[in-house]
């Protein structure tokens, strides 16, 4: 599942291989991951077109050119590699784009999310508006300031893209393992002291994640032990407690994370 760290890996793609790069067309294998342009429009409009500087926010990958700027969401199974020109198609390789130097694949099993095309910056706030601050740039006040607002789970709060934009399922389980903090707790229940360790540990979970272009499935990470049968905790050993929490299936230690 594609979370902040996976998309600033594709960020980082575009941002080695395709800057500069001529746009010479574009091939659309499957329209259905297409928002609000066809497929012809797509080719038409970015033909001869220049890859720019990259940017990411949230789970959104602005991919802009020397015109319109391509908006790519990954949903729940994309991803984005760069190839050799004329190199083979995967099977769930739905939009390519072949530039003068090589390829960028844009794949999607699920195909739950998509590919916008922008025509200006305000076609891009058009798309963006009303996600929250980034997750990995927003303040440690605007974070508890955030928090604050909200009487539900701190589980949801954190995963809900309108109050933060980048984290997913993954990394909110690990940050609220890192910080001790139950995923049931009402988000405004939090006191300063844990607000603020919460965001250390937001910042470093980010981090190392980042680094390594996804939520990395160390032994000594909830994350390299949540699918395993009769997980444990890599902290205290305590059996792992699995439920779920605003809609989303959620792993925490009943040790660690005790209820308030």
Same mark, same amino acid.
């Given at each position: 599942?594609?979370?902040?760290?996976?998309?600033?890996?594709?960020?980082?793609?575009?941002?080695?291989?395709?800057?500069? %790069?001529?746009?010479?067309? *574009?091939? !659309?294998? =499957? #329209? $259905?991951? @297409?928002?609000?342009?066809?497929? +012809?429009? &797509?080719?038409?409009?970015?033909?001869?077109?220049?890859?720019?500087?990259?940017?990411?926010?949230?789970?959104?990958?602005?991919?802009?050119?020397?015109?319109?700027?391509?908006?790519?969401?990954?949903?729940?199974?994309?991803?984005?590699?760069?190839?050799?020109?004329?190199?083979?198609?995967? %099977?769930?390789?739905?939009? *390519?784009? !072949?530039? =003068? #130097? $090589?390829? @960028?694949?844009?794949?999607?099993? +699920?195909? &739950?999310?998509?590919?916008?095309?922008?025509?200006?910056?305000?076609?891009?706030?058009?798309?963006?508006?009303?996600?929250?601050?980034?997750?990995?740039?927003?303040?440690?006040?605007?974070?508890?300031?955030?928090?604050?607002?909200?009487?539900?789970?701190?589980?949801?709060?954190?995963?809900?893209?309108?109050?933060?934009?980048?984290?997913?399922?993954?990394?909110?389980?690990?940050?609220?393992?890192?910080? +001790?903090?139950?995923?049931?707790?009402?988000?405004?229940?939090?006191?300063?002291?844990?607000?603020?360790?919460?965001?250390?540990?937001?910042?470093?979970?980010?981090?190392?994640?980042?680094?390594?272009?996804?939520?990395?499935?160390?032994?000594?990470?909830?994350?390299?032990?949540?699918?395993?049968?009769?997980?444990?905790?890599?902290?205290?050993?305590?059996?792992?407690?699995?439920?779920?929490?605003?809609?989303?299936?959620?792993?925490?230690?009943?040790?660690?994370?005790?209820?308030?």
């Amino acid at each position: 599942m594609p979370e902040l760290p996976d998309v600033e890996g594709f960020r980082e793609v575009v941002a080695r291989h395709a800057v500069g %790069r001529r746009i010479e067309r *574009v091939d !659309v294998a =499957d #329209a $259905g991951v @297409l928002r609000g342009v066809t497929a +012809r429009q &797509l080719g038409d409009r970015l033909h001869s077109h220049r890859f720019g500087k990259p940017e990411r926010y949230g789970k959104w990958l602005i991919a802009r050119t020397d015109g319109p700027a391509v908006l790519m969401h990954f949903g729940m199974t994309g991803s984005l590699a760069w190839l050799g020109s004329g190199a083979p198609r995967a %099977r769930y390789d739905r939009v *390519v784009f !072949v530039t =003068d #130097a $090589g390829e @960028l694949h844009y794949s999607d099993m +699920r195909k &739950l999310q998509g590919i916008r095309l922008a025509q200006g910056p305000d076609d891009v706030d058009r798309v963006l508006a009303g996600l929250g601050p980034d997750a990995l740039t927003v303040g440690s006040g605007e974070f508890g300031r955030l928090l604050t607002r909200h009487r539900r789970a701190i589980k949801p709060t954190l995963a809900d893209q309108h109050v933060l934009a980048g984290l997913g399922n993954l990394l909110v389980d690990e940050i609220l393992w890192r910080a +001790r903090i139950n995923p049931r707790r009402p988000a405004n229940s939090l006191d300063p002291g844990e607000r603020d360790g919460l965001y250390r540990q937001m910042r470093r979970v980010l981090r190392d994640s980042v680094r390594q272009g996804r939520v990395p499935a160390k032994p000594s990470w909830l994350t390299g032990v949540r699918g395993q049968p009769e997980a444990r905790c890599p902290r205290c050993g305590t059996p792992l407690s699995r439920g779920r929490i605003g809609g989303r299936t959620t792993v925490w230690c009943p040790n660690c994370q005790r209820a308030a």
